[in-house]
């Protein structure tokens, strides 16, 4: 189902979080065995184990394993990674192997680390690609984030790693904000509370003064892990989970497809960050309750008022750019979206054709990864309601018509399930929906966040949480 993506498109995240804990292992060369939990709002999800201990050849072995499986209606969605780096006496990483999989295939990355560079080969849907990815001057593989730990409230730092879904050099920034006590194994605690990450993406981590992490936190997105055994960490993996794709709702609307009205009541929500407002939805937020009131009334946009392309206008700008994932400024990009377009210079129209062109060479399927980019879209023509989204927004932005991407909820095949779909400005911002047939975009589409593709994880805040009540139809 199209609707499951944004549940998918969560679990990367899990490895951001796995991969920023990486440099946070140790504060000194020691034996660890630690086991946490992976929670995704109230569902246990998965787990991750980590491994370091003296290796055969006078060096180290860092040892990953993280395993998660989230259900999205009669599907599972499993995801596997592990890490395996060896490292020298001095705690410098000198060989890799990172591999990721799930049910949209296994991805291989190998790395090896040299004074200056680090040398990778990555398979990937069985074919390989090399890189060389250089070492800036100054730049310390072998310094741990973790040696912040005795540090004063407010001091920072830097650390470097490689990258391996990106095959690049990641930089964070690392901040220490607080000491606080906690209780852990059932005893009073003092910890150290670290924050590092970029961009939307940031994680609070809870440290004891060995060093070891307690607890992680990926802000704004619902995810969490938590130390505990190995049974624990192990135990009711994938049974009985939430269905994190699906929300209740007390009664059934017929016809979605053609809805032109509709109110309604979400329960669920914590704050009114994942609220929106706009020209054709209303929504008030209730604190004490939790919930939001909604009343969209979906119109079809007349042509007549339309721009014309090109469009140019200073506050559209980010709207037209290049972004991770939305490469609209590539050649095959680029060129497919002139023979989409043609001599249109109706921005409405020409959005319409690059919609119905998207929906009608992409094929939809529940098995798509959950990483690729539009180019890659475009090169398989496959994909899921995030996909379709993603490739159409490139193509949108390289006709020179700005485009955002939007997400919430859709009822669909007899509940409402989570969406990803797209907004263009053609004189207004006008939504169009590319894995469905039609330009009308029915009134339960509900918006919860509009932006980049870094901003979907924050639907993992009301994964498995919202219920859904309808007022009037």
Not at 28 to 46: Q, Y
Not at 324 to 345: F, H, L, P
Not at 386 to 393: G, I
Request: aromatic share 6%; glycine share 8%.
């Amino acid at each position: 189902m199209p609707a499951e993506v944004p549940v998918r498109r969560l679990l990367p995240a899990i490895i951001v979080l796995v991969t920023l804990c990486r440099a946070s292992v140790w504060s000194a060369p020691r034996d660890l065995d630690r086991w946490m939990g992976i929670s995704l709002g109230p569902a246990k999800i998965g787990y991750l184990h980590v491994s370091f201990a003296k290796d055969k050849l006078e060096g180290y072995k860092l040892c990953e394993v993280m395993v998660s499986n989230v259900r999205a209606g009669e599907k599972s969605i499993p995801r596997n990674y592990s890490a395996t780096i060896y490292l020298d006496a001095n705690i410098k990483p000198l060989y890799g192997v990172f591999e990721t999989n799930d049910d949209g295939g296994a991805v291989r990355t190998q790395a090896r680390f040299l004074p200056d560079r680090i040398e990778c080969k990555r398979t990937t849907h069985g074919q390989t690609v090399t890189k060389t990815v250089k070492i800036a001057p100054g730049t310390d593989l072998a310094r741990r984030s973790a040696y912040l730990i005795g540090l004063p409230i407010g001091q920072s730092a830097t650390f470097s790693w490689l990258e391996p879904t990106l095959l690049a050099i990641a930089s964070e920034q690392v901040n220490v904000i607080e000491r606080k006590e906690v209780e852990f194994e059932g005893e009073k605690r003092s910890v150290t509370v670290v924050e590092q990450g970029h961009g939307k993406t940031r994680m609070i981590d809870w440290r004891l003064d060995s060093g070891e992490v307690i607890r992680s936190e990926i802000t704004g997105v619902g995810i969490v892990m938590t130390a505990m055994s190995r049974q624990d960490a192990l135990a009711s993996l994938g049974e009985g989970a939430i269905d994190l794709g699906r929300i209740q709702c007390d009664r059934p609307i017929f016809n979605p497809r053609s809805k032109r009205d509709l109110s309604l009541r979400l329960t669920g929500v914590p704050d009114s960050k994942l609220v929106i407002s706009d020209s054709r939805q209303s929504a008030k937020f209730d604190a004490g309750n939790a919930s939001v009131t909604y009343h969209i009334r979906a119109a079809r946009f007349d042509p007549a008022r339309s721009a014309k392309l090109p469009i140019r206008r200073t506050e559209l700008d980010a709207y037209l750019e290049p972004t991770e994932g939305i490469q609209s400024g590539d050649n095959t990009i680029m060129n497919q979206a002139r023979e989409i377009v043609g001599a249109e210079k109706s921005a409405y129209q020409a959005a319409c054709k690059l919609r119905a062109w998207v929906h009608a060479n992409v094929k939809q399927s529940d098995v798509a990864t959950t990483d690729l980019s539009a180019v890659d879209v475009l090169k398989r023509r496959t994909g899921c309601c995030r996909h379709n989204a993603v490739l159409y927004a490139a193509l949108a932005r390289a006709a020179g018509i700005p485009t955002r991407l939007s997400a919430g909820l859709i009822y669909d095949s007899g509940a409402f399930r989570y969406h990803v779909w797209n907004e263009s400005w053609v004189g207004e911002w006008v939504p169009l929906d590319p894995t469905y047939h039609g330009e009308f975009v029915d009134a339960t589409h509900i918006k919860l966040v509009q932006g980049a593709l870094e901003d979907l994880p924050a639907l993992g805040r009301v994964a498995g949480r919202l219920r859904a009540e309808i007022i009037s139809l």
